[in-house]
């Protein structure tokens, strides 16, 4: 893989570094991690998108990780020597979709492969059905890393980069013929709970124990972050106390209350299941950078030997991001003291197999993979 980062975050600088890409080293296919501050709109990027000849794809993200930075402006740009037939999944949000048909179609015919890049639209509704509907389809036959993307001010915008264009509210699944080692870890203990899930729809918690979703919320959390939801803006306490929605044998899958909704209901990142039951979680910032070591660790176990030619990929949330503050830069140096390039991005939720586990869409996790550099 050949990576370019373009600073500047412009669309000439994006232009530029495109062609100094397939001219320099006349990659098969392009991946691109932008950031969100760079305003690429469908107006601005689709004249430039669909003139390439290669398959490109990607996101547009929060922020993005270029060895040991966090990056809020700028692209990378990344020449892969694997000719991705990737797939689009439109209508992420639509509750008649048959996402499990859909992607068996596309790939009915396709040779099985070791990894699956897979980007989302971060605010589409329906992502947890996608999911299931992956790996319905693939089961753990095969590696899956990948993440939200959008942006933090939480505007539904086109932020998934194809041959067609800018879009949104869709899924793209991009199969790599390359090894692929992958670690999860997020962290996070309980303060409180199990609640029931009572009522929800989607991302929509609306109660929990049968008491609307808020109340119940507030009751445990204002005690402990010692702040009052009525003098704070929502997000700068809640970002401190996701749900944990329990797994048997496995870690909680984490999901961010990202606002208020009518009614006293909370709108996440990512489905909660009705009937499912959940913890309110806290940490410490010392935990979530160990956590970020664990996820190396285990990527680093499930990959084998790694001592020649692999790539880090770090897909890290954005709220953990602003959890920590100015101490993410540890985080990222957890997942990048080995000798190997390091990309990633900051995520709105994080896509990836846990071991033998099941697929899931986490919310306010590290993950990390090493993958085969050809």
Request: hydrophobic share 40%; net charge negative; proline share 6%.
């Amino acid at each position: 893989m050949h990576i370019m980062f373009e600073p500047t975050g412009s669309i000439n600088g994006l232009q530029q570094a495109i062609t100094a890409m397939l001219a320099d080293h006349k990659p098969a296919s392009l991946c691109l991690f932008a950031c969100d501050a760079n305003h690429f709109t469908p107006q601005n990027v689709d004249p430039i998108l669909k003139t390439i000849s290669r398959p490109v794809f990607g996101g547009v993200f929060p922020a993005i990780i270029h060895g040991p930075q966090k990056l809020e402006t700028g692209t990378l740009v990344l020449g892969l020597e694997d000719s991705v037939d990737y797939q689009i999944v439109p209508g992420l949000s639509k509750p008649d979709i048959d996402y499990e048909q859909l992607i068996d179609d596309k790939f009915c015919s396709a040779a099985p492969v070791p990894t699956m890049l897979t980007f989302v639209d971060g605010l589409a509704q329906r992502i947890g059905s996608f999911i299931e509907a992956l790996f319905n389809v693939f089961g753990l036959d095969l590696n899956y890393i990948g993440g939200g993307a959008g942006s933090l001010s939480l505007e539904s915008k086109p932020c998934l980069f194809t041959n067609q264009g800018l879009i949104g509210d869709a899924a793209l699944l991009a199969p790599l013929n390359r090894k692929s080692g992958v670690g999860v870890c997020h962290g996070w203990q309980s303060i409180s709970g199990p609640y029931r899930v009572t009522e929800s729809d989607r991302n929509v918690i609306k109660t929990l124990n049968w008491q609307p979703a808020f109340e119940v919320y507030r009751q445990a959390v204002e005690p402990h972050a010692r702040r009052n939801f009525d003098e704070t803006d929502f997000f700068d306490i809640a970002k401190a106390y996701p749900f944990g929605i329990a797994k048997m044998e496995a870690e909680r899958v984490v999901r961010d209350p990202l606002m208020l909704g009518d009614q006293n209901t909370l709108i996440c990142v990512g489905e909660v299941p009705e009937g499912s039951f959940v913890d309110i979680l806290n940490s410490q910032p010392d935990d979530l950078i160990d956590a970020a070591g664990k996820a190396l660790a285990r990527s680093r176990n499930a990959y084998g030997d790694t001592r020649d030619n692999t790539i880090g990929l770090f897909i890290d949330c954005i709220s953990r991001v602003l959890f920590l503050g100015t101490r993410f830069e540890e985080e990222i140096a957890a997942v990048h003291g080995e000798d190997r390039p390091l990309i990633g991005a900051c995520t709105i939720g994080e896509i990836a197999n846990s071991g033998n586990d099941y697929l899931e869409f986490f919310n306010k996790t590290s993950v990390v993979a090493i993958l085969e550099d050809q």
